[in-house]
């Protein structure tokens, strides 16, 4: 009976038409917008993307769920990137996984880090200095982490699965991967942007584009005040 239902995602807004049978004319969806300690502007991105060294590669996954959000895939790419000659170092945040021995002295876990403290949280140093967010998700509903990384320049490594394609866009802040793609497939792509740097830096800056426009609170803000006005002016 209501009048208006936004959801998060895509996928969210098929479940809602294809489960309980809601009129898709009435549904929006308006995606979720970065947690992050503030805006960054332009300047202070391009340097995030300038300090990021070419000819090596740093990950960062983000989450607390290593199994669901596909952290031994994140494991494994860094291992073969590594094995391919790419000097690649992981940085997991959230997850406190059991490290394989070969792997122990190229990935850093920090577990869980506060971002509703005084202080400037360390998320934003850990992962504007990383070239990738990597999320291999199993499913996924509509992750923070993706936006936050955009914000910050980083694009996404992540997969087809739940809301995620409704914040990633190919080769415009990121590259989905089918949730079975073998972790050679990510390799074969990170290698071939690190080639071309100059590639690499129009995806990074591309990302930061889709963060200001509609990746943010501010713009998600205004979305729903919008559509909420429509409603009641048509009553």
């Given at each position: 009976r209501a009048s208006l239902a936004i959801y998060t995602s895509d996928w969210a807004a098929?479940?809602?038409?294809?489960?309980?049978?809601?009129?898709?004319?009435?549904?929006?969806?308006?995606?979720?917008?970065?947690?992050?300690?503030?805006?960054?502007?332009?300047?202070?991105?391009?340097?995030?993307?300038?300090?990021?060294?070419?000819?090596?590669?740093?990950?960062?996954?983000?989450?607390?769920d290593w199994t669901r959000k596909g952290g031994d895939v994140?494991?494994?790419?860094?291992?073969?990137?590594?094995?391919s000659g790419v000097r690649t170092r992981l940085t997991v945040i959230g997850a406190m996984p059991q490290l394989p021995e070969d792997?122990?002295?190229?990935?850093?876990?920090?577990?869980?880090?506060?971002?509703?403290?005084?202080?400037?949280?360390?998320?934003?140093?850990?992962?504007?200095?990383?070239h990738f967010l990597i999320l291999?998700?199993?499913?996924?509903?509509?992750?923070?982490?993706?936006c936050e990384a955009n914000a910050l320049g980083v694009p996404s490594l992540t997969t087809d699965v739940g809301g995620i394609p409704t914040l990633v866009k190919d080769e415009v802040n990121g590259r989905m991967f089918d949730v079975q793609a073998s972790p050679d497939e990510y390799c074969r792509?990170?290698?071939?942007?690190?080639?071309?740097y100059d590639r690499y830096r129009q995806l990074a800056e591309s990302s930061f584009r889709e963060y200001q426009a509609r990746l943010n609170?501010?713009?998600?803000?205004?979305?729903?005040?919008?559509?909420?006005?429509?409603?009641?002016?048509?009553?």
């Open positions: 098929r479940t809602a038409i294809e489960y309980y049978g809601v009129d898709p004319r009435k549904i929006e969806v308006v995606p979720f917008g970065a947690n992050v300690d503030r805006d960054f502007t332009e300047d202070e991105v391009a340097r995030f993307i300038d300090q990021r060294p070419p000819g090596v590669c740093n990950l960062v996954f983000v989450g607390a994140a494991l494994e790419v860094t291992r073969r990137l590594n094995n792997l122990r002295h190229l990935v850093r876990a920090v577990g869980f880090v506060a971002k509703s403290t005084d202080e400037p949280s360390p998320i934003v140093r850990l992962v504007s200095e990383s291999p998700s199993r499913a996924d509903f509509s992750p923070h982490a993706i792509y990170v290698r071939m942007l690190l080639g071309d609170w501010n713009a998600s803000c205004r979305t729903v005040k919008n559509l909420l006005e429509s409603v009641v002016k048509g009553f």
